[in-house]
């Protein structure tokens, strides 16, 4: 918690400018504070998604390098004709596979208006992506800021096999013995 020292902005040696100061910085932190609180909220679905894909060591943190090359290998998964560009259709194909650039308009993607999407294009509007979930700008989406919890905190709950047929020894069986 932060505390302020009233008696420091209101000391008479200390001047007015001083204690504005003080103030302002006080109302810097705070407001970081406020900011780094909710920044995680941001982050929607289709980018945590998309990330989880791309988590090339599966430690659900997602590094910058591990980004571009997922963003390339599905570039070139996407791009059949090898043509270095997507047209609308592989496009199409890549916004389904990575649930990306869905809420973007597809012009601040297609720099130049052709209709095609390149490589430079689509890395350039993916690092955008990258970097507005990157909150803390240290080229790593943690599982805080994808908001994926740890794989230890991830209940799974087995599904308990249902007993088959009743046994001729009165006993109740389950599957596969009993068919």
Avoid at 35 to 61: E, H, I, K, M, P
Avoid at 109 to 136: H, L, M, P
Wanted: with cysteine; net charge negative.
């Amino acid at each position: 918690m932060l505390a302020y020292n009233t008696r420091m902005a209101t000391h008479t040696d200390m001047g007015f400018a001083t204690a504005l100061r003080a103030l302002r910085r006080l109302a810097g932190v705070c407001t970081c504070v406020l900011l780094a609180g909710c920044a995680t909220a941001d982050v929607d679905a289709d980018t945590t998604s998309a990330a989880l894909q791309a988590d090339g060591n599966g430690d659900r943190n997602v590094t910058c390098e591990e980004w571009r090359r997922w963003m390339g290998a599905t570039f070139d998964a996407k791009d059949a004709d090898r043509s270095g560009h997507l047209s609308a259709a592989e496009f199409e194909a890549f916004v389904v596979q990575t649930g990306l650039f869905q809420s973007i308009p597809l012009t601040r993607i297609d720099g130049n208006a052709d209709q095609r999407y390149s490589r430079d294009e689509i890395t350039v509007a993916g690092t955008k992506v990258f970097e507005d979930a990157d909150r803390n700008s240290n080229c790593v989406l943690s599982r805080r800021e994808l908001n994926v919890p740890k794989a230890r905190d991830v209940k799974v709950e087995k599904k308990q096999p249902e007993a088959g047929p009743n046994p001729p020894d009165g006993g109740t069986c389950k599957p596969p013995l009993c068919q």
